[in-house]
């Protein structure tokens, strides 16, 4: 096959994979049709899970989105010989995929678990510096902090990484800063409506960036915006 239409091939598998709400199915098999959306943070994710679903279903959850990220990396690379910016490429459909899910009407998750898996596919080093960051800000009851600081010193691990004696490639920084991106999208789906609802816009717009918290979407109970 060309390669072009290789890398088209799991691009679209990668999308595939992380469109699966895992953690939407799962909370409606388990709980008896609980819609997730409609309860703290409105978010599909590990933590919103754990807060409404029990540590139970979160613990199953979080390593399945790990691997929607992981997974498709790792099969372009051993199946499709795909390498380099390709690789990054399909690491960052999946994440797309998570975040505009097909099977939600193209919302989703936060994908914060399927973009470390898909970095874990594409460079270790750069998943042990995201891990740490996530460790540091968990130690302080701080794990959205911690997430948001780790995807933001990811792209200047990239840049190390690329001019080291490693040569990563400048393909890994500039997929990481998309990664960043799409992290910060999510963080911020909404947010007109949130600010034309609640006031406050600079408030509203820090709050979503650093502590990923909207008004109306308690951490725990029913959601109560708009």
């Not at 891990?131 to 902090?145: M, T």
């Not at 820090?206 to 109306?216: A, C, N, S, W």
């Amino acid at each position: 096959m060309d390669a072009r239409w290789t890398l088209v091939t799991f691009c679209a598998a990668a999308y595939l994979i992380g469109s699966l709400p895992v953690g939407y199915w799962v909370t409606r098999w388990r709980r008896l049709g609980l819609d997730i959306r409609g309860y703290g943070s409105g978010n599909v994710g590990t933590a919103n899970i754990y807060r409404h679903a029990g540590f139970g279903l979160a613990a199953v959850v979080g390593p399945i989105q790990f691997v929607q990220g992981l997974l498709p990396v790792l099969l372009a690379h051993s199946i499709g010989d795909v390498t380099g910016a390709g690789l990054v490429l399909v690491g960052i459909v999946a994440v797309v995929g998570n975040g505009w899910s097909l099977f939600l009407r193209f919302d989703g998750g936060r994908g914060v678990a399927v973009s470390t898996g898909a970095v874990a596919g594409l460079n270790l080093i750069a998943l042990a510096v995201l891990l740490i960051c996530f460790a540091a800000g968990a130690l302080r009851g701080r794990i959205a902090e911690g997430v948001i600081a780790g995807f933001i010193v990811l792209p200047l691990a990239g840049v190390a990484l690329a001019v080291t004696p490693l040569r990563a490639g400048w393909a890994l920084p500039v997929g990481l800063a998309v990664l960043l991106l799409l992290i910060l999208a999510r963080r911020l789906d909404g947010v007109v409506g949130d600010v034309n609802h609640f006031g406050q816009g600079q408030h509203v717009v820090l709050d979503r960036v650093i502590h990923d918290r909207r008004p109306g979407r308690p951490l725990v109970g029913h959601r109560t915006d708009p």
